[in-house]
């Protein structure tokens, strides 16, 4: 099974930017659709953005235009880019890989906190 690592998660002030990276252990090509969710303190994990094989993307209308999410499988890396971040964007942030069969594999979550 496919193992994925979360990083570049850390503090920052609103307005600010962060780049999450997820790193696999194997080919990001075995998977139909990667993606990434958020938590917040003592709230359910929601969708942030979905990233189709065939390149189709889906955003939660909270971060439409400020994120962007791309994949690199030369690398096996999944990215989520972070532009003009909100206090609200405060959460944990994971990493999802989709199989064709639906079998899914998250990465461990990497803590986003934004300030102002």
């Known amino acids: 099974q496919v193992q994925l690592v979360e990083s570049g998660g850390g503090s920052v002030q609103a307005g600010g930017s962060l780049r999450l990276s997820c790193a696999a252990s194997g080919s990001i090509t075995d998977f139909n659709v990667v993606g990434w969710y958020r938590q917040p303190p003592e709230k359910e994990r929601e969708l942030v953005a979905g990233l189709a094989k065939g390149g189709t993307t889906n955003y939660a209308d909270s971060v439409k235009g400020r994120f962007t999410i791309s994949r690199d499988y030369t690398k096996n890396t999944i990215f989520l880019q972070m532009d003009s971040l909100k206090s609200e964007d405060t959460a944990v942030y994971y990493c999802?890989?989709?199989?064709?069969?639906?079998?899914?594999?998250w990465g461990q979550g990497t803590q986003v906190s934004v300030s102002s």
């Open positions: 999802i890989g989709v199989y064709s069969d639906s079998h899914y594999v």
